[in-house]
């Protein structure tokens, strides 16, 4: 009951006060073990460190290169931050792909459909980052020059294998983040296995298991049973598998096989692959197929091919269609050019949406820092008990033989 009112809701005071004690606790561990290792650390400053502030200080024909490398370096913790992010917490992550890849996705195939032409990059990191939006996204079609891909009858549609590798590297990016969040409840789960001792996810597995007592039980614990069953099947395939598909249960299989020993690079590999290259290709390819018009058109077909045989709607069929291809078109058109006078209702009506989506992302990104600060708090708390607990078991019981 302690740790359960332990929230920034019902205790803010204490929650916060045991977050600060486990943050301090995991500096001084941290300081300890650079003591411990205080030569490679010299060694590690003197042969990277150093020679990296000298070339980005210094003046040269070099620097162009030190700000590409930098370009690229920031581009590529970027995405794989947002990754991890959203894998890391026990389901409690950060929706990243929501929030940051899927928009990204969107607008950048939206954006070659309304210009006819998939160049719009100036560099592969010209992507959506912090606090820095990408170029493209403001640019007017006619800089990027003539479109390359004629407009169809009703609007332009780009082959998906030529989009693809325009917002590729960054989802493969965000796909390996994936991954590694992923391998925080696995070391847990093996440190806690090489200890003698489950885990704590298994061992409300367990418990939920042996207290069943004919009760109608939800369908992720069923879930969550039947994996938990099946632990004797965890071999590359079968994490393959369940990488590869959106599965909010993948923590579990992580911190399955680490308790049943699962090697460390069959369940890396097989979450890398499942990741980074098929689950985030499926993800990426149903955005591209359904802002690139190709999807809506195979919806469209079949649409008119069942409504064509209901009486009474046939007749009505090619002014809704129509209707629909006007407003499709309007949507996907670029934006025509704003006069000076009417730029600041514009503005206005655009500030409006731009509030909204921004409150929902600070919203998502409080939720997830209030989690964060909340478990850590009650880790620290459990420990403490975990202490007292041993202190107690281990205290010699009163001799009540003595007092009769």
Known sequence: ?????????????????????????????????????????????????APGILLVVTDGLHKKHVQEFINYAKFVLWWVSLGVASSVGLGSGLHTFVL?????????????????????????YDTIQLKVGPSWLDKKCSEFGPPVYPASAHSVRIPVFDLLPQIQLEAVLWGIGTALGELPPYFISRAARLSGSKSKAVKELDVSTSNED???????????????????????????????????????AGIMCGQFGVP?????????????????????????????????????????????????????????????HAAKDKYLSPPAAVSSSSQMEGK??????????????????????????????????????DME????????????????
């Not at 928009?103 to 195939?109: E, K, R």
């Not at 099947?233 to 369940?242: A, D, G, M, S």
């Not at 655009?350 to 989690?371: E, H, R």
């Not at 607990?389 to 010699?396: G, N, R, W």
């Open 348 to 385: 206005q009506w655009n500030f409006s949406f731009t509030f909204v989506w921004n409150s929902i992302v600070w919203l998502v990104l409080l939720n997830f820092f209030i989690k964060i600060i909340t478990s850590t708090a009650q880790d620290y708390l459990k420990k403490q008990q």
């Open 214 to 252: 004919g009760r109608v039980t939800s369908t992720l614990n069923q879930t969550k049973r039947w994996l938990l069953s099946h632990s004797q099947h965890l071999n590359f395939f079968f994490i393959l598998i369940l990488a590869s598909v959106p599965n909010p249960l993948f923590d579990l």
């Open 100 to 124: 940051y890849l899927g928009p990204h996705i969107a607008l950048f195939t939206i954006k070659a459909v309304q210009c006819g032409r998939v160049d719009l990059k100036m560099a592969p």
């Open 389 to 404: 607990m041993e202190l107690v078991s281990d205290s010699p019981a009163p001799d009540h033989s003595k007092t009769n």
């Open 1 to 49: 009951m302690e740790l359960e009112n332990l929230t920034l809701t019902k205790q803010p005071l204490r929650t916060l006060h045991f977050f600060l004690l486990a943050m301090l606790q995991y500096l001084k561990r941290l300081a300890t073990y650079i003591r411990s290792k205080g030569g490679l650390f010299v060694l590690l400053i003197v042969l990277v460190v």
């Open 264 to 324: 460390f690079w069959e369940f890396f590999f097989a979450t890398l692959i499942g990741k980074a290259i098929i689950k985030t290709h499926i993800q990426t390819l149903f955005i591209v197929s359904l802002c690139n018009n190709q999807l809506l058109y195979l919806m469209e077909k079949e649409l008119i091919w069942i409504f064509g045989h209901i009486p009474g709607f046939s007749a009505t069929l090619p002014s809704v269609i129509a209707k629909l």
